[in-house]
């Protein structure tokens, strides 16, 4: 058995450490003359390729009144074109012995695939193709409008949780199309036609407005080829507008409440999200620090709210915070409490801010933040083991306004936060005004909301 | 004890494979002084190792009235060991950048450890404590046990989670398999530190362990590694649970819950890992159910009709039981059609099997899927814990997609008629379903 000392010994042994970035990601950059951003990423451990084509058009970028139009479409890119029938896209993939998926998020829709490498052209030849060329009839809209409302059937309407978060997000957002939901809302897409999703697909399914992300056992110099044969020849849009647009959101200065009652519910909660900034291209220091906070206070046994919420008060038996940097326009900062039995929700959310406010005077461990660094930086050894998931962050990353210099700059940037910055950050961030709480409970607390 | 002073006689031997689309994998069998087996694939690219090791048993351990025990056991390794309480062990391991994973299942419980090679002595002393010296302290012990209860409580209200706890006690009764490994709210509340300390002891023994490890780490350092991490570990005691066989009814037995959505589960006896027809059924279920778009359940539920947005069924082999299950969710008015539409299709596999053309577009796409696995430290480790978990060997890995190619037309026809029975196949709705005339109700 290890001694004290010894661990003493081994923590500052770890925070002191410079691990890390002697595994360079292998990253190559270059754009064709249509316009199509390229990224390849190399691994040549294993015979095989994520191909990925990522479109700056998410379900924020939808026009009013046709939210779940961007997911529908994407549904429908597997239905055909000029050249495939329905379905055939998929088959030609399993019969390569590959497997191919898409989603739809907020910024943006990606379509991937995992291939054998040799099988990269191919790949390329049919997801150009459907780029442009789509075919899309009457019977295929109505019966794809179905599975996507069994989708959010699954997701959403099953799940009182996930409700809760919907209604929160709505709330959240004042002006900003981030408060609707990616999945639509059920009355608009239960009238989701053709014209919808064909208008949605000529405005922004063009070379100029995608980014092709290749992964895996490559090199940079056959990618280049291959795209320059496979998507080179596609035209730009040249309607395309020069900037995204996106109503902004007005000064929040009422906070925002409000309770969700479903029988459904077993174990009651409350969350909390405030409007936060995003990464900005050449300027990441804030989310950056909001990163650094979330782990501080809510990133695992040791943290802020963890230590008091769950081990010294016992008021909680799950605490966790959240933020995701990664967005076109301002994200979120939140937390979420569960509380311990007969703890109620008010007090539970009482504790958490008695805690966020002595957090505001007391400051960052600086052996915590030694510790989350070096956690920081050994994930990028571990990441190098995934060549998809660098993959995905590229995408992310590119699709949400930054650019490749941002996303290599970003770790420097998560090392260079200080302790001062992160409570500046949360000052900055944490203001009630521009947040809403949410309770989810089981039967209505009315005595709880009187308080 | 500090068995890296023992003299190394660390036996390796290695055998090399060309996987198709020209992977290569060489898998090195390692067997220690102390006399564990592993099997490594070395890959020093990426400075860390992972590390799964899997022990034979699991929750279907879990002693009469003692229900949740294993599952409550493995999740307090990590709150404490050695001279570390919780937290202590938590900021040690935040200090080593190490990844410590713990699961229960059914018939194991898996560890899965990553650790950067800088200070992977470090590493790996941690993890031991968490094995070898778990202190279940009780304030930890009553902390965990809560977040137990939450998710019991939880789940108890999820129809995903009521749909496999009444198709499994169905099936299954009193054996383990009939009940969830997190047990009930009366048996968690009831377990004391000495059912923990007793579930650690009969369910992480020395014998019952698999072994398995990718990444920057040769054959020798990993002998002495797994001696140390190991080598204090108690013999095993008690018995494996027996075999249980399954035997279903037609029918549809309806849990009422009201929720938008109903969820279905169907299923009926399965096949062993290690029955000669395992192949042709795997190969016919690929053509079924089993994920992708061409399956008939998907094209015939989702594509053609669009009654759901996912429907599959997959081979579930345990230790002591073998299934062959499914999943379907559709609205209220639906869920009826989506089910009439999966039995017919069961019936039909049954009585007319599958075309050439099928079989020849399944077995491209396993054949071709196979070596695309192989693709990273992590997920080669877990592929090799799981080839020993079902008694394979390491040449496994070239034959594979032979035994793939060698299912004929036949085959198919012979197992499907042999295997699946709509006259046994049972369908559990979670829901407020309609058209269901002769349905079963039961309480969640």
């Known amino acids: 058995m290890r001694s004290l000392a010894a661990v003493i010994a081994l923590a500052a042994f770890g925070a002191g450490s410079a691990a890390a970035q002697e595994v360079e990601e292998k990253v190559t950059t270059f754009a064709l003359d249509n316009g199509m951003e390229v990224v390849v990423v190399e691994d040549h451990r294993a015979p095989v390729v994520v191909h990925m084509v990522w479109y700056k058009a998410g379900s924020a970028d939808e026009t009013a009144g046709s939210s779940g139009v961007a997911h529908f479409l994407e549904h429908l890119l597997f239905k055909g074109t000029d050249t495939l029938e329905p379905g055939e896209f998929s088959r030609v993939v399993a019969e390569n012995g590959g497997t191919d998926n898409a989603f739809t998020s907020l910024d943006q ?12 052209g191919l790949m390329m030849q ?11 009839t009457e019977a295929d809209i109505l019966t794809e409008r179905d599975v996507i409302i069994e989708e959010r059937n699954m997701r959403v309407e099953n799940d009182p949780g996930a409700l809760m978060r919907e209604q929160m997000t709505a709330a959240l957002y004042l002006n900003h199309r981030y408060g609707v939901p990616v999945i639509g809302w059920p009355e608009e897409m239960s009238t989701l036609g053709l014209d919808d999703a064909l208008a949605y697909y000529e405005r922004f399914y063009a070379p100029n407005n995608a980014i092709l992300i290749v992964a895996g056992d490559v090199t940079a110099d056959e990618v280049r080829d291959l795209a320059e044969q496979h998507y080179g020849p596609l035209p730009a849009n040249p309607d395309l507008p020069a900037e995204r647009m996106r ?77 995701d940097g990664t967005a076109y326009d301002d994200g979120s900062f939140g937390f979420a409490v569960v509380p311990a039995p007969g703890v109620t929700l008010a007090e539970a959310e009482a504790a958490l801010d008695a805690e966020l406010a002595e957090f505001m005077t ?37 699709t949400s306004g930054l650019t490749v210099a941002d996303v290599q700059a970003w770790p420097d940037a998560l090392q260079a936060v200080t302790g001062e910055d992160i409570t500046a950050a949360a000052r900055a961030v944490l203001d009630r005004r521009r947040s809403v709480t949410g309770w989810l409970t089981a039967e209505a607390p009315t005595k709880e909301v009187s308080q | 004890m500090i068995p890296v002073l023992k003299p190394l006689l660390a036996l390796a031997f290695t055998l090399s494979f060309t996987l198709p689309a020209r992977a290569e994998i060489e898998i090195q069998q390692v067997e220690t002084p102390a006399g564990f087996k592993a099997w490594l694939v070395e890959e020093p690219s990426i400075p ?30 990590e709150e404490g060991a050695g001279d570390l309480d919780s937290r202590g062990f938590a900021e040690a391991t935040e200090s080593l950048a190490a990844q410590f994973r713990y699961d229960a299942g059914q018939d194991a419980i898996g560890v899965s450890a990553r650790f950067l090679t800088e200070n992977r002595e470090a590493a790996v002393d941690l993890l031991r404590q968490s094995l070898i010296a778990p202190r279940f302290d ?46 009930t709210e009366d048996s968690v509340t009831a377990l004391t530190r ?39 570990l108690p013999d095993s005691t008690q018995d494996l649970p027996e075999d249980v066989a399954v035997e279903t009814t037609a029918g549809v037995t309806v849990v009422p819950f009201e929720t938008p959505q109903s969820v279905a589960v169907f299923g009926q006896r399965g096949l062993a890992r290690d029955d000669p027809d395992f192949f042709a059924a795997y190969v016919m279920n690929t053509i079924l159910g089993a994920g992708g778009f061409e399956a008939r359940l998907m094209q015939e539920v989702r594509e053609k009709r669009g009654l759901t947005y996912g429907v599959y069924s997959y081979l579930l082999p345990m230790d002591h039981a073998a299934l062959y299950m499914g999943r379907v969710a559709s609205a209220n008015d639906r869920i009826a059609e989506a089910v009439a539409v999966i039995r017919d299709e069961w019936a039909k596999l049954a009585e007319a099997g599958v075309t050439q053309a099928e079989l020849d577009q399944a077995k491209t796409y396993l054949t071709g899927a196979y070596p695309l696995r192989f693709d990273g430290n992590g997920p080669i480790a877990q592929i090799l814990a799981g080839m020993q978990m079902d008694g394979l060997t390491p040449d496994y890995v070239t034959d594979r997609n032979a035994m793939v190619e060698a299912v004929t037309l036949e085959d198919v026809k012979r197992v499907a008629a042999d295997l699946l029975d709509p006259e046994a196949l049972r369908v559990v709705v979670v829901g407020q379903p309609e058209g269901f005339e002769d349905a079963d109700t039961a309480t969640p």
Do not use: C
């Open chain 2, 194 to 232: 000495e059912d923990i300390v007793a579930a650690h002891q009969a369910g992480m023994t020395r014998d019952r362990v698999v072994i398995a490890a990718a990444g920057d780490i040769t054959a020798e350092e990993l002998s002495t590694l797994i001696d140390g991490l190991l080598s204090d």
């Open chain 2, 138 to 183: 009780q304030d930890a012990l009553d902390r965990v046990r809560a977040q137990v209860l939450s998710g019991i409580r939880s789940d108890a209200k999820d129809p995903d989670a009521i749909a496999d706890a009444t198709f499994d006690a169905l099936v299954f009764g009193d054996h383990p398999y009939g009940s969830d490994l997190s047990g």
């Open chain 1, 109 to 120: 829709t990606a379509y991937h695939q995992r291939v054998a490498a040799d099988r990269l």
């Open chain 2, 48 to 77: 860390f190792t992972a590390l799964e090791l899997r022990f034979r048993g699991g929750a279907a351990l879990d002693l009469p009235g003692k229900r949740g025990a294993t599952n409550l056991m493995v999740a307090l390794l």
């Open chain 1, 362 to 398: 007391e400051g960052v461990d600086p052996a915590q933040l030694d510790r989350i660094k070096f956690q920081l930086r050994a994930q990028r050894i571990y990441a190098q083991d995934d060549v998809s998931d660098i993959a995905q962050r590229y995408g992310n990353a590119l």
């Open chain 1, 126 to 136: 049919m997801e150009a193709d459907r780029m442009v060329n789509l075919q899309l």
């Open chain 1, 247 to 323: 109503p902004q959101e007005p000064p929040q200065l009422a906070e925002r409440r409000l309770v969700m009652t479903d029988p459904r519910v077993a174990q009651p909660y409350v969350m909390r999200r405030y409007l936060a900034p995003e990464r900005e291209p050449g300027a990441q220091e804030q989310a950056a620090a909001l990163t650094l906070l979330a782990e501080v206070l809510g990133g695992g046994q040791t943290s802020v709210l963890n230590r008091a919420l769950q081990f010294d008060q016992q008021k909680a038996i799950y605490v966790s915070a959240f933020y």
